[in-house]
């Protein structure tokens, strides 16, 4: 039986790939891992039932068989851990990209976030023009601080892996922001993480269920 | 050789143990590994050489013989898999206990981090006393569903592990907010978690720094 994954029944994204569900979709497709979708709606993640699976009440979730995990970190670490692909074998090389892992999700992403939900909730508000420089600039020292490491390199440490993964779709969320214009290199990373055959089916398995639901 | 940690020289929470190289002091003590100390100052942190063990300029780190690492949780990770006592053996167990260490990091921290954040950089600004509420209200809805999920456990899923371990360590930084003292059942988790002998051992050696550098 295949993993069960949840995902947005319609995504805010309206199909661009930045909902949680993209990075375990990418992580499956790079093991060559089937699996199967089950779509909530924003109303279901927020019921005991959903929540049983997720007491955050969000998605994605991963079912396989009697486990069920939540957090797409975790996720994405358990099917590195069960597969070939995602992770070097050799010990020190694995844990270092566990650790880029980890600087994604817990350094790179929390501004990021911060920096796109206040153009979406505070935009009306009288300090939102006041206050977005510094969110932007909260950014940019991670932005500068990550294109220094990776200097001319393909990927952050090595062949690729779970940390590349992570790190692309954490700064794919800034699209939209104007703000990777600065960064040639990091442009020219995120190009490679999409450029991969993995990403591509995952991409299109994400818009064909917002293309669907349209 | 014992492994060696970094952490701040002078820490700004003046020894209150809210530092992150306090998660794996403790995580350290819990698997009864000895390790040394190498304390940075802010201005050190922010140069090469510190900055080609943690790309980001912050502490802790992590070596040991020619690996180091950065990130708490990735730290902390390292050192659950290759000592007992911080994660499940059994294969289900374990996963869900990496599943509430991502959790701790990644869904429960950043609103707490941007909460205590704002109320140190933006306390002289206008929209300060009106936005508070609005971040409190992010920290509540994660407590909220934490508590919930938590019951009257002892700890998250199962016997202690890492994943309560970073948890409690995340809670402890709402200590000062007073917004902890309308959950009860979180603050009993907490006190469980202090009083661990590996936590007071671990909180005891950080408040010597402190009090060493005053």
């Not at 995990?69 to 358990?78: K, N, Q, R």
């Not at 994604?104 to 796109?116: D, W, Y």
């Amino acid at each position: 039986m295949n993993p069960i994954l949840t995902a947005f029944a319609r995504s805010p994204d309206r199909g661009r790939g930045l909902a949680r569900d993209m990075r375990v979709r990418w992580a499956l497709e790079e093991v060559g891992q089937p699996y199967d979708v089950q779509l909530v709606s924003f109303a279901e993640m927020k019921q005991p039932e959903h929540r049983s699976r997720h007491p955050f009440g969000q998605i994605p979730t991963y079912q396989e068989g009697d486990l069920t995990l939540f957090e797409s970190g975790a996720i994405i670490l358990h099917i590195a851990e069960r597969h070939p692909g995602l992770l070097p074998t050799e010990a020190n090389a694995r844990a270092r990209a566990i650790t880029w892992m980890f600087a994604a999700l817990n350094t790179v992403e929390p501004p990021i976030v911060e920096f796109g939900l206040a153009s979406i909730l505070e935009r009306d508000k009288s300090w939102y023009e006041t206050r977005q420089p510094m969110l932007e600039s909260r950014v940019r020292v991670r932005l500068d601080e990550l294109a220094l490491r990776l200097g001319d390199a393909e990927w952050l440490d090595g062949a690729f892996s779970a940390g590349d993964l992570l790190m692309v779709t954490v700064l794919r969320r800034l699209d939209a922001s104007g703000v990777l214009q600065s960064y040639p290199s990091l442009c020219a990373y995120i190009k490679r993480g999409e450029a991969r055959p993995a990403y591509q089916r995952a991409f299109a398995d994400q818009l064909a269920v917002f293309t669907n639901a349209v």
